[in-house]
């Protein structure tokens, strides 16, 4: 004699959707975490991009042009800038990095041909930036960003300084 019990209970249908529910929050909260701290880290890397981006490649354009006296601080068209003579074949050619109109710039140009600061080729925008000789070799870069954030560097002159 064979019994046959095919009577099916809500609980058979009940804990599978259940078990579905409880997967499918999990995986949104999951989600919605995940996105939190993507969020957060994306903020506070955007933030520190700015000053100290400027700075990294203020300090790169002196490593690769330091030649005997040929990067030294001065003033172009009014604004403080760094100065930075390169030699071309019988020419010789200027590189000026200042800030003009909220951003940092920086203008390529032959020595002795008329420039304007609004001429040069924005870096990045910041509300302030100044340079400052601590000594022959030695120059500290100051630059505050958009959002206040304030940043500097030390930038040593490999070369000898400029008589």
């Given at each position: ?7 099916r ?41 700015t ?7 203020i ?12 990067i030294?601080?001065?003033s ?56 400052r ?10 630059c ?20």
């Amino acid at each position: 004699m064979r019994f046959h019990n095919s009577r099916r209970h809500m609980i058979d249908f009940l804990f599978p959707v259940a078990l579905f529910f409880v997967f499918a929050l999990s995986a949104v909260t999951l989600i919605l975490l995940a996105a939190g701290v993507y969020r957060s880290t994306t903020e506070r890397s955007s933030l520190n991009y700015t000053s100290r981006t400027a700075l990294s490649y203020i300090s790169e354009k002196i490593h690769q042009s330091d030649a005997d006296g040929s990067i030294y601080p001065g003033s172009f068209d009014g604004c403080d800038a760094l100065i930075m003579e390169q030699s071309f074949g019988e020419s010789t050619y200027v590189t000026y990095i200042y800030a003009h109109d909220g951003a940092i710039k920086e203008l390529f140009i032959r020595d002795g041909v008329d420039a304007k600061a609004s001429d040069g080729q924005t870096i990045l925008e910041v509300e302030s930036f100044s340079i400052r000789p601590l000594s022959d070799d030695l120059l500290e870069f100051e630059c505050t960003d958009q959002n206040m954030r304030h940043s500097s560097a030390i930038v040593g002159i490999r070369s000898a300084s400029r008589d």
